[in-house]
């Protein structure tokens, strides 16, 4: 009975860590920079100036402001 409990828990345990990975895998896949169209190692690259605002559409002229140097 006991063996069964911890072959469990320690199933339980790599499942969790199975899909914490895999949580993990996708975050980074989403952050790697954006290719420049037709090359193979050049990145694009944002560099958010002071005042710059984060809006939902290119025409749009409201949104929210975003600190200096982020990332995009």
Do not use: Y
């Not at 499942?15 to 895998?25: K, P």
């Not at 710059?52 to 975003?66: C, D, K, Y």
């Amino acid at each position: 009975m006991r063996a069964r409990h911890n072959l469990f828990r320690t199933a339980l345990v790599a499942a969790a860590l199975a899909v914490s990975l895999n949580l993990c895998m996708e975050a980074h896949a989403a952050r790697q920079p954006l290719l420049i169209e037709g090359k193979r190692t050049l990145f694009q690259r944002v560099l958010t100036r002071p005042g710059a605002l984060l809006a939902p559409g290119p025409s749009e002229t409201e949104g929210r402001p975003v600190p200096p140097l982020s990332i995009f």
